[in-house]
C-alpha cells in the first residue's frame, strides 16, 4: 500500500504548441494535498508529461519534508503510456529532451522509499487533465480584448 498517490498529466496544444502540466496529490486515503496547474511554454506532450511528474515529485517531497519522503512509498498514475513504461524501463527514450528530464526523475526517485508507476486510462486520470486544460484556458483568454 501506498502512502502518497499522484495522478500526473501534461499536454500542447499543437505538437509542439502552447503546453500545461497538472498533477493531483493525494494521501493513501485519497484525501486531497494539492493539485497544481501550470502553463510551461511551448513544447510537445511528452516533454509536458515529464515535466508534469518532475514538478509533482518535487512538491510532494516539499510537502512532506526530506525525512518523511524517505520513508514513503508513492504511487504515480498517469494516462501516458510512453512516460511510464519509460520510467519503469520498459521502453528505452529515444527523444533526447527526455533526457534530461528522466534524469530528474531517478533522482527523485531516490528521495523516497519506493516509487510505483501506473499506467491508468485517461478516464482515471480526469482530475490531472483538468488541470492542465484549466491552466491553458487560462492563457488562452490573458490578454485578449473582448
Given at each position: 500500500m501506498s502512502d502518497?498517490?499522484?495522478?500526473?498529466?501534461?499536454?500542447?496544444?499543437?505538437?509542439?504548441g502552447p503546453a500545461a502540466i497538472g498533477f493531483?496529490?493525494?494521501d493513501s486515503k485519497e484525501r486531497l494535498l494539492k493539485e497544481h496547474g501550470e502553463v510551461i511554454g511551448e513544447t510537445t506532450n511528452n516533454v509536458a508529461e515529464y515535466k508534469a511528474l518532475v514538478a509533482a515529485l518535487k512538491k510532494l517531497k516539499a510537502l512532506i519534508g526530506s525525512d518523511k519522503a524517505e520513508n514513503?512509498?508513492?504511487e504515480?498514475?498517469?494516462d501516458s503510456e510512453l512516460l511510464m513504461?519509460?520510467?519503469r524501463g520498459e521502453y528505452k527514450i529515444k527523444e533526447e529532451t527526455l533526457i534530461p528530464l528522466f534524469i530528474e526523475i531517478w533522482?527523485?526517485?531516490?528521495?523516497?522509499?519506493?516509487?510505483?508507476?501506473?499506467?491508468?486510462?485517461r478516464e482515471q486520470n480526469k482530475k490531472a487533465d483538468h488541470m492542465v486544460n484549466?491552466?491553458?484556458?487560462e492563457e488562452d483568454t490573458q490578454g485578449k480584448f473582448f
Open positions: 502518497f498517490i499522484i495522478y500526473t498529466d501534461g499536454g500542447s496544444r499543437g505538437n509542439p493531483v496529490i493525494q514513503s512509498v508513492v504515480v498514475r498517469a513504461k519509460q520510467v533522482n527523485s526517485k531516490q528521495d523516497f522509499k519506493d516509487i510505483v508507476f501506473v499506467h491508468v486510462p484549466a491552466a491553458l484556458d
